[in-house]
């Protein structure tokens, strides 16, 4: 039993080796765009500069217009107060995005953390990961997450939702049945083992085509 405890946990820590590295490249990918929109702005500060040297205001306005679109497209859309959740939640949001999918996300973390940045990091990357990965079965009309995280009381709160294919999910033990293969399963296990850990809770629920996952954990 200690020899097959202890291959579950090595399969478990490889995971999250496996899944840090995966979160730091989103957040490099991240801060490099970050960094070449710094060195564009100097170039759109020029050239409208030059529009404005020759008069031409309608050139101007057009530019505006076309870095207006572009910003939307990019801009930083979560603020919780802490920088790693941010880092982890806007990258998720953008390739949730580049996907298709649709995120609605009211997430704040007004007092510093007692858990670790990077067990949260597992949690928040795992949940967006099964959230995209059932979203993408759907058509684009349905592909929806809704990402909360706040305070509550003493504990900070973090919910998942989002639409499924095939209506409710059978839930086999304390997991709900995954289709994407090991991985999968070791994330979820990664999760529970983590909220297990801090002395939290969590909760999944499959209803009416929609799956979500709560999680509180105490901060003090």
């Known amino acids: ?31 490099r765009q970050i960094r070449g929109w710094r060195h564009d702005y100097r170039n759109h500060i020029q050239t ?22 572009d910003l939307a497209t990019v801009d930083t859309v979560i603020k919780t107060g802490n920088p790693m959740a941010d880092a982890i939640l806007n990258s998720k949001i953008s390739l949730a995005k580049s996907r298709g999918i649709k995120v609605v996300a009211d997430a704040q973390i007004p007092v510093r953390l007692k858990s ?11 949940l967006f990961d099964n959230a995209i990965e059932a979203c993408a079965k759907l058509p684009e009309d349905k592909r929806v997450i809704r990402v909360y995280m706040d305070m509550k009381n003493t504990q900070l709160y973090i919910s998942f939702t989002n639409f499924t294919a095939g209506g409710k999910l059978k839930k086999e033990g304390k997991l709900f049945r995954s289709t994407k293969g090991e991985g999968h399963g070791l994330g979820l296990v990664r999760v529970d083992a983590i909220v297990e850990r801090l002395d939290g809770y969590l ?3 499959s209803e009416d085509g929609a799956f979500t996952t709560e999680i509180l954990l105490p901060q003090v």
């Open 203 to 205: 909760s999944r629920n």
């Open 48 to 69: 409208m500069k030059a529009y404005a040297a020759a008069g031409d205001w309608e050139a101007i306005r057009r530019y505006l217009d076309e870095l207006d679109t």
């Open 1 to 31: 039993m200690g020899l097959l405890s202890r291959k579950i946990d090595g399969k478990i820590a490889s995971y999250q080796r496996e899944l840090i590295e995966t979160h730091y490249r989103e957040v490099d990918n991240m801060y």
């Open 116 to 126: 670790s940045e990077i067990d949260l990091c597992c949690i928040i990357g795992n």
